[in-house]
């Protein structure tokens, strides 16, 4: 079993920044992707950004010039730069780990899921 703590959400005025962090514990060998998704108000659950091994990344359209995504694969841990925020960035963001890569597509979702971290952008 993986458990991932995400962290760092809050509270800020459109054109600021946050840092989310995510650590992933438990009975790991190894992890091949980290990546962050998130949930707006009746909206559905969205990729923002992936990390895979061999330095492979996806970035939703949505965030390309504003969010940056790095691993610290030592520590098992995940972190979301996000700069320039708008309103429409509001949202709970999830913290995401999976394992292999035979079955790896961000598109679908991860194996392990954290509890979120609710990002919230004033205008």
């Known amino acids: 079993q993986v458990q991932l703590v995400d962290s760092g959400g809050g509270l800020v005025q459109a054109v600021g920044s946050l840092r989310l962090s995510c650590a992933a514990s438990g009975t790991i060998l190894s992890i091949h992707a980290m990546g962050w998704y998130r949930q707006a108000p009746g909206k559905q659950r969205e990729l923002v950004a992936a990390?895979?091994?061999?330095?492979?990344?996806n970035l939703a359209d949505s965030v390309k010039g504003r969010f940056t995504i790095s691993r610290d694969n030592a520590k098992n841990t995940v972190y979301l730069q996000m700069n320039s925020l708008k309103p429409e960035d509001t949202a709970v963001y999830y913290c995401?780990?999976?394992?292999?890569?035979?079955?790896?597509?961000?598109?679908?979702?991860?194996?392990?899921w954290g509890k979120g971290t609710l990002v919230t952008v004033s205008s």
């Open positions: 995401a780990a999976h394992l292999s890569y035979s079955n790896y597509d961000p598109r679908y979702g991860m194996d392990y």
């Open positions: 990390s895979a091994g061999g330095g492979s990344t």
